[in-house]
């Protein structure tokens, strides 16, 4: 398993067995661990268990456009449907235990509720809205890029009829889901409050991770003053009967969650403040390292048939419009017309706010995956619904749509293929970061067999170091005899039958066990990032330099030869980065292994 997952379950295993769970920002929401030890308690738990969550999430967002057939059609549905099938992207990390699959199944609920009280107005929508909302606040911090997307479209919708003067600017339903929206995740801004304009404009230092008595008494004053203000506005606007059912769910849920059923209280402090403190602090860490134009390539590489697609219903919007009215003449949203505008606005949003931020990985582009798609799926359906199949020339350009299509589906089935079986644990795309090797596989396997023939079961010692804990400390949970001595090896580990190591603490490690008999393995390998070349050293977003460089690329035969097997075959011919660690054995017991 990846590093990540290896941590997750772990976590997670920790949870099922009755050993608890403290939400931690630094790995993100608890829904995740929540959900996979609720699995690990009815499947057991294996690599395979770890992974059944996301799997089941990934089955779901492929059958929720059928809930849109009202404002993308019936075909738009169907096509959505399939892209969302057919997508590398949402193919590969339904099968990966991260959090990103499960916020993406929590966008698709939070869409629908929007429009659903748009096209409506129920008050119900509103509740599903704020469990929606509650549950992706609960899985991951992309939340609040999110919410961002959806909270400013609705501001223009609500603006702009008020600037067609459609009644006062409290009426219109999009302004009642901005005041909503607003109410329930003002107090989530407590962090920026804290650390942006008390600890740093005004200077005085004040620290959203600071959970001393001071810190948390400081943090809890502004959650109090956003909380009431909140509540006060919804109550105004939208009345306490309205408002008072999304605001119990949201706070149950988010509760609930973050203090693992009421077991830790600190979950309080961390959820509400420290989730999004801890992840302002990690954007000047610039994790990845990557390049302005990281996700352009990575979304192009694997989602062009979705790119394409929605770059000509983007064109189409801009230039021609939808067709019909989005408000009807009283100023009632028509939704039908207005969610294709919605998908171009959060397609683009997502694109440019993703890649401004200071972490960018692959599992991050399913973000912008799901508004592509259904975007490509609602311009296959503008062009397709109103053919008519009798007419020679319209039946010519549908004909052609649907092979260039059909084309490029069966090159994206091909690619998706190959980055989530052939590929899955070989670093050889671009969508696979830095993948544990199989060789953990084998040398758990040896640790398996060796403590069968020694012990008849798991009782054998293995000690392992800061280096290899994880995914080793997911491989090893069943040995209750497992040691971890950090990087700091001792007198202790002579004698102990295995000993695990990276290549930093060798050395060490040697001194205690000079006879031990030693084997290297590959620990984790990473795709060879040569497109970091096209980025100027001295500026980031230097545009001339990125396109000379790309330029001189593809003028090199050999270059250009590179790019073209990888763009199409997926061949690499730089060899993949990789980190290696040392299996020490005890010499007397190198003859009870195969």
């Known amino acids: 398993m990846h590093h990540d997952e290896s941590l997750h379950g772990t976590y997670a295993y920790r949870l099922y067995e009755g050993k608890g769970y403290r939400h931690d920002p630094m790995m993100h929401g608890p829904f995740l661990f929540h959900i996979t030890a609720l699995l690990f308690?009815?499947?057991?738990?294996?690599?395979?268990?770890?992974?059944?969550?996301?799997?089941?999430?990934?089955?779901?967002?492929?059958?929720?456009?059928?809930?849109?057939?009202?404002?993308?059609?019936?075909r738009g549905a169907l096509f959505a449907s399939f892209l969302t099938l057919i997508s590398p992207t949402i193919l590969y990390f339904s099968r990966f235990a991260r959090h990103d699959i499960f916020a993406v199944f929590w966008t698709a609920v939070i869409v629908y509720a929007v429009g659903k009280y748009l096209d409506e107005g129920r008050e119900r929508w509103l509740t599903l809205l704020a469990g929606g909302l509650a549950m992706i606040y609960v899985t991951k911090e992309v939340a609040f890029l999110l919410s961002g997307a959806i909270w400013s479209f609705l501001l223009i919708v609500a603006i702009f009829q008020r600037w067609q003067g459609w009644g006062d600017l409290t009426q219109p339903r999009a302004w009642h889901l901005v005041v909503l929206i607003g109410a329930l995740l003002a107090p989530l801004a407590t962090a920026l409050v804290v650390e942006v304009f008390f600890g740093r404009a005004l200077g005085l230092g004040w620290k959203a991770l600071d959970y001393s008595s001071a810190g948390l008494g400081r943090s809890g004053l502004v959650f109090s003053v956003l909380f009431m203000l909140g509540v006060a506005t919804a109550t105004l606007q939208l009345g306490l009967k309205n408002f008072a059912p999304a605001l119990f769910v949201f706070y149950a849920i988010f509760i609930v969650f973050h203090t693992t059923?009421?077991?830790n209280s600190l979950g309080i402090p961390s959820g509400f403040v420290g989730a999004l403190g801890y992840w302002l602090g990690q954007q000047g860490v610039n994790r990845g390292d990557q390049p302005w134009y990281y996700y352009f390539l990575l979304l192009w590489l694997y989602e062009y048939l979705a790119l394409a697609?929605?770059?000509?219903?983007?064109?189409?919007?801009?230039?021609?419009?939808?067709?019909?009215?989005v408000f009807a003449s009283d100023g009632r949203i028509q939704m039908q017309n207005l969610f294709p505008l919605f998908l171009l606005w959060w397609l683009v949003f997502s694109f440019f706010a993703y890649s401004a931020a200071g972490e960018k990985m692959p599992w991050l582009s399913v973000h912008m995956t799901l508004p592509a798609t259904w975007l490509a799926a609602w311009a296959l359906g503008y062009f397709l619904d109103p053919v008519n199949w009798c007419a020679w020339g319209k039946r010519v350009v549908a004909w052609t749509i649907l092979v260039l299509t059909t084309l490029a589906s069966v090159a994206t089935i091909y690619h998706a293929w190959l980055a989530s079986y052939e590929h899955a644990d070989i670093a050889s795309e671009m969508l696979i970061y830095t993948q544990t090797t199989p060789d953990v596989l084998t040398v758990t396997s040896h640790i398996q067999e060796l403590s069968r023939r020694l012990t008849g079961g798991r009782d054998i010692i293995v000690a392992y170091d800061n280096e290899t804990s994880w995914p080793f400390e997911w491989y090893l949970r069943h040995f209750p005899n497992r040691r971890f001595f950090a990087a700091n090896p001792s007198g202790d580990i002579a004698g102990v039958p295995v000993v695990l190591a990276g290549r930093s603490n060798e050395e060490r490690v040697r001194s205690f066990i000079p006879n031990y008999i030693s084997g290297r393995y590959r620990l984790r390998w990473w795709f060879p990032e040569k497109y970091k070349e096209l980025r100027n050293p001295k500026s980031e977003y230097d545009l001339f330099y990125f396109f000379q460089m790309a330029l001189n690329k593809i003028r090199d035969p050999q270059d250009r030869r590179s790019i073209l097997d990888f763009v199409f075959w997926r061949r690499l011919r730089e060899p993949l980065g990789s980190t290696e660690f040392v299996m020490y054995v005890r010499p007397d017991l190198v003859k009870e292994m195969k």
């Open 309 to 325: 697609l929605s770059a000509v219903g983007g064109g189409l919007l801009l230039l021609r419009g939808v067709r019909g009215e």
């Open 41 to 74: 308690g009815l499947l057991g738990d294996s690599d395979y268990t770890v992974r059944v969550a996301p799997a089941m999430f990934g089955v779901l967002i492929v059958a929720f456009p059928w809930l849109l057939r009202k404002w993308i059609g019936k």
């Open 261 to 263: 059923f009421l077991t």
